[in-house]
Each structure stands twice: as structure tokens, then as C-alpha cells.
């Protein structure tokens, strides 16, 4: 990815932040990761959800964002205009 690519890139993700900015939240603790929901964007699947972390051994996490949510379908609604990784790891709070 050339600097002009990258940075469109990082202005899609700006403009996801300031869309849910009202219902990000911060330092609440993390349910274990057993409790994960995995989605994965698919070249031409779509959207894939699997029970569990996504940790493969070629991936690692990057980083996180705590938002309000009215549950998990609340959030993979959130996830499907996200414009950043290929793969998000969804996980309860509490």
C-alpha cells in the first residue's frame, strides 16, 4: 500500500470512529476468550462468524475498541460498515 492509500485507508476508519463515537466506552474488563464471537471478511463470502478467539498463529491482535452495545447482533451491525481489519475478535464485557 502506497502513503496515499493508506492514508484513505485511515480516513475510512476516522469517519467509522466519529459515526459510533457516542457509544465507544473504555476500561471495562474483557470476558475470557471463550465467550469470543470471530467474524472474518471473505473474499466474496461476506461476513463470517465463528465461535471463538481468532488468534491463528499468523495473526495477532492489533488492538481493541469497547463500544455500548444492545447485544451481538447489535455490534456485528456496527462490524459490517467496519473499515479496518479482516478479522475482529467480539467479546461480552463484564
Do not use: N, Q
Amino acid at each position: 500500500m502506497d502513503d496515499d492509500e493508506r492514508e484513505r485507508e485511515f480516513e475510512k476508519v476516522d469517519r467509522w470512529f466519529a459515526a459510533h463515537a457516542g457509544r465507544i466506552t473504555a476500561f471495562r474488563r474483557l470476558r475470557s476468550v471463550e465467550t469470543a464471537t470471530t467474524v472474518r471478511w471473505g473474499t466474496g463470502e461476506g461476513l463470517r462468524f465463528v465461535d471463538g478467539p481468532f488468534c491463528g498463529e499468523h495473526e495477532a491482535v492489533s488492538g481493541y475498541i469497547e463500544v455500548e452495545a444492545a447485544g451481538l447482533d447489535d455490534v456485528l451491525g456496527m462490524l459490517r460498515t467496519w473499515p479496518g481489519a479482516a478479522t475482529v475478535e467480539v467479546r461480552p464485557v463484564g
